[in-house]
């Protein structure tokens, strides 16, 4: 089944407005063609109304960094999926590893967060993936399919055909290093082989699975050639247009 790529940036903890209305044009000036490939950005909260406004009708996609699971309420510094969709958001990223290993969110917190996103019409990327200590042990495995289980718990095959999933080994987030083609090719077939035992075959030939941990141009070519890798969550080489744009052009290359 043919899987349209889908290339997010995820900007973390920078930018300020300007910057981030800057960095944004720069993308949008030279965004690939929409018909081969997706691509979406996520800055901080402070900046995602000016993004939104200067992405306005180009084919850019607004992507939240994280979210809380309920419509409104005493939860100072939270932010709500209806805030979300409110400033014009359209994906929103839940369960990334920083948010896991810093934050000690949970897979229970994040399964309240995914359906709490999808209720409001927005679609989920759901992150999973282990750390180093947890993949020389061999449990890479054991762990993915725990978080991919508990944080899509409860849903049908059409909300989960709305979600997309990242694989991100922590070790390979921020460190430089990435994980081989063939080892991130290995953790997405086998991720794909348990949507469709859970779900059912339109569930696993659909959904796309991304993979994220120190995604560069020079690496984004090899790791897009491998069957079930449908993309990148894209980090530090999100933070320039130039890098961000070479990885989003990876079929030119």
Known sequence: MKRKPFI???WKMHKTI???VSLVTSIIEKLPNPEQVEV???PPFTALSAVAARIGNSAL???AQNVFWEKEGAYTGEISPLMLKDVGCEYVIVGHSERRQIFRETDEMINKKIKAVLSFGLKPILC??????QRQKGYTFEIVKSQLLKGLEGLSSEHVLKTTIAYEPVWAIGTGKT???SQAQE?????????????DKEVAGSIRILY???VKPDNVKSLMQQPDIDGGLVGGASLKAESFLQVCSFMEV
């Open 40 to 42: 979406g950005v996520a």
């Open 212 to 214: 994220g941990g120190s």
């Open 18 to 20: 300007a910057e981030a």
């Open 187 to 199: 953790v997405h077939h086998f991720l794909r082989g348990i949507l469709g035992k859970k779900w």
């Open 179 to 181: 994980a081989s083609p």
């Open 128 to 133: 999973v993936g282990e750390t180093l200590e």
């Open 61 to 63: 996609k607004l992507v």
């Open 8 to 10: 997010a940036g995820n």
